[in-house]
């Protein structure tokens, strides 16, 4: 049995701290997937490149006068976004796509303090022991990686010759949020879950733990699809522009390459994992029923599969929508439900995990 987090203090201390640390990361969970969602909003609505410059300090402001306005609209003006695609844009265009972007990048610093000064204050209060510092390190880090990574992924766009920002770069962004995302959660879940709620069960841990393998393959997948404009490539369902499968598909010898630059092969491969995480849902569901007869795990057992099939039908709407402008509001609810979606299988995979490795807990 692990050592316990606060084993200098009361049981009632400490599980008073727990609750406090607990809510704190709980906050944090529910902001980060508001920032991952204010992503997605910046690339629906092309306003990622609208902020030409990085700066961490003065940049938190907007532009407070026309002066001000008219310097960063003539910044904008010289990538090639504004040449090829908007160049019919007035000042006040580019303000409506400047708003998100300065949004995203405002939460992302605001994130930053919700997570510092608490930590600052638990640390003080010795609310945190040293089980956690390292959990927490790692968050910081992870927190930090991923600003920089956004930065890079920006810079892939700003040039005179793309419109948007590297595909996979945005993937590789996207997936590093998600990464962030499942560790705080995780070490939420070891805070939050009471032990006598973690009920052993290695097959459905197994088949659960090969599902979130696949979601994060899906995730990915899914941000090439946006990065990309993949949905155009084939607006139809059930068929695929007409086929069941396109021919001659995955042939040549740069099929690899096609893998993540050819927009109908993701679009392919996307809906596959869709359909194949669908399956292996309602088999974890049905393996579960049999399986679990008490505690939190049964309780929860229904949430993934409904999220499961709420995910594959928004992500139907977003695709046949996808030549029309409503088709954002069912590309955002997508990205949340999946985000759901990930969330829920953590949950899964800890509640059926090894009884008694509670990781940070006490």
Same mark, same amino acid.
């Given at each position: 049995m692990q050592t316990a987090i606060y084993p200098t203090i009361s049981d009632t201390q400490t599980r008073k701290n727990n609750r406090m640390v607990s809510a704190w990361l709980g906050v944090g969970v529910v902001m980060l997937m508001v920032q991952i969602l204010l992503g997605g909003i910046t690339r629906l609505t092309g306003s990622g490149l609208s902020i030409t410059q990085w700066d961490p300090l003065m940049g938190v402001l907007p532009p407070l006068n026309t002066h001000a306005w008219e310097q960063s609209f003539a910044h904008y003006r010289q990538i090639a976004q504004f040449k090829k695609l908007n160049s019919q844009f007035t000042l006040a265009d580019y303000q409506s796509i400047f708003f998100w972007e300065w949004l995203h990048r405002e939460w992302a610093r605001l994130m930053g303090l919700v997570f510092l000064i608490p930590f600052v204050v638990f640390v003080l209060q010795k609310r945190i022991s040293r089980g956690m510092v390292k959990p927490l390190a790692v968050l910081f880090v992870l927190g930090g990686l991923q600003g920089a990574i956004?930065?890079?992924? &920006?810079?892939?766009?700003?040039?005179?010759?793309?419109?948007?920002?590297?595909? &996979?770069?945005?993937?590789?962004?996207?997936?590093?949020?998600?990464?962030?995302?499942?560790?705080?959660?995780?070490?939420?879940?070891?805070?939050?879950?009471?032990?006598?709620?973690?009920?052993?069960?290695? &097959?459905?841990?197994?088949?659960?733990?090969?599902?979130?393998?696949?979601?994060?393959?899906?995730?990915?997948?899914?941000?090439?699809?946006?990065?990309?404009?993949?949905?155009?490539?084939?607006?139809?369902?059930?068929?695929?522009?007409?086929?069941?499968?396109?021919?001659?598909?995955?042939?040549?010898?740069?099929?690899?390459?096609? =893998?993540?630059?050819?927009?109908?092969?993701?679009?392919?491969?996307?809906?596959?994992?869709?359909?194949?995480?669908?399956?292996?849902?309602?088999?974890?569901?049905?393996?579960?029923?049999?399986? &679990?007869?008490?505690?939190?795990?049964?309780?929860?057992?229904? %949430?993934?599969?409904?999220?499961?099939?709420?995910?594959?039908?928004?992500?139907?709407?977003?695709?046949?929508?996808?030549?029309?402008?409503?088709?954002?509001?069912?590309?955002?609810?997508?990205?949340?439900?999946?985000?759901? =979606? =990930? %969330?829920?299988?953590?949950?899964?995979?800890?509640?059926?995990?090894?009884?008694?490795?509670?990781?940070?807990?006490?």
């Amino acid at each position: 049995m692990q050592t316990a987090i606060y084993p200098t203090i009361s049981d009632t201390q400490t599980r008073k701290n727990n609750r406090m640390v607990s809510a704190w990361l709980g906050v944090g969970v529910v902001m980060l997937m508001v920032q991952i969602l204010l992503g997605g909003i910046t690339r629906l609505t092309g306003s990622g490149l609208s902020i030409t410059q990085w700066d961490p300090l003065m940049g938190v402001l907007p532009p407070l006068n026309t002066h001000a306005w008219e310097q960063s609209f003539a910044h904008y003006r010289q990538i090639a976004q504004f040449k090829k695609l908007n160049s019919q844009f007035t000042l006040a265009d580019y303000q409506s796509i400047f708003f998100w972007e300065w949004l995203h990048r405002e939460w992302a610093r605001l994130m930053g303090l919700v997570f510092l000064i608490p930590f600052v204050v638990f640390v003080l209060q010795k609310r945190i022991s040293r089980g956690m510092v390292k959990p927490l390190a790692v968050l910081f880090v992870l927190g930090g990686l991923q600003g920089a990574i956004g930065w890079i992924m &920006v810079q892939t766009g700003l040039n005179d010759t793309d419109t948007a920002v590297n595909p &996979v770069a945005l993937a590789v962004h996207f997936i590093c949020a998600l990464c962030l995302l499942s560790w705080l959660v995780w070490m939420l879940l070891q805070l939050a879950v009471p032990a006598q709620q973690v009920v052993y069960r290695p &097959v459905l841990q197994g088949l659960n733990r090969g599902l979130l393998v696949l979601l994060l393959v899906q995730l990915i997948y899914g941000a090439l699809m946006a990065g990309s404009h993949a949905a155009l490539s084939a607006p139809t369902w059930p068929d695929i522009n007409g086929a069941f499968m396109p021919g001659n598909l995955f042939g040549g010898a740069d099929w690899v390459r096609k =893998l993540y630059t050819d927009p109908l092969v993701i679009q392919v491969v996307h809906r596959t994992l869709a359909y194949l995480i669908g399956l292996g849902t309602l088999l974890w569901f049905y393996l579960a029923g049999r399986t &679990v007869s008490r505690g939190w795990l049964k309780k929860f057992s229904r %949430v993934p599969l409904l999220l499961v099939f709420m995910q594959i039908t928004l992500g139907v709407l977003a695709v046949v929508n996808s030549p029309f402008t409503g088709a954002i509001g069912f590309a955002v609810a997508h990205q949340f439900v999946g985000m759901l =979606l =990930l %969330v829920s299988f953590l949950v899964t995979v800890y509640l059926c995990g090894k009884s008694g490795v509670r990781g940070i807990a006490a």
